[in-house]
């Protein structure tokens, strides 16, 4: 079974976005959006990253031994149930995992 996305009412007013896998693991949190107009504007935006966006290693193992260099884009394929999305302004951004096949 695939994944999906639950809208949910935020703490604080307003509604946030949980991504669940296919097992019922919760895989992301976003931020609390205003409406749910919003919050479903930002599940099209997090599926769109998801089938585009690049993995950006920003883990401590990830980085270049030399001091100022940028993350490693990792450019590969992900797994289905490995992908992970982050999108910037109606971002799923707390509880993230990132996969990667290396």
Same mark, same amino acid.
């Given at each position: 079974m695939a994944g999906y996305f639950e809208l949910v009412d935020a703490p604080d007013g307003g509604y946030r976005i949980r991504m669940v896998? !296919?097992?019922?693991?919760?895989?992301? #949190?976003? #931020? @609390?959006?205003? @409406?749910?107009?919003?919050? #479903?504007? +930002? #599940?099209?935006?997090?599926?769109?990253?998801?089938g585009t966006g690049l993995i950006r290693d920003r883990s401590a193992d990830g980085r270049s031994a030399m001091p100022g260099s940028s993350a490693r884009v990792i450019r590969g394929r992900? !797994?289905?149930? !490995?992908?992970? @999305? &982050?999108? @910037? +302004?109606? &971002?799923?951004?707390a509880g993230k995992r990132a996969r990667a096949r290396h």
């Open positions: 896998d !296919g097992a019922g693991q919760l895989m992301a #949190v976003s #931020v @609390t959006f205003p @409406t749910k107009k919003a919050a #479903v504007a +930002g #599940v099209a935006q997090a599926r769109e990253i998801a992900l !797994g289905g149930a !490995g992908r992970s @999305t &982050s999108a @910037t +302004g109606g &971002s799923l951004a």
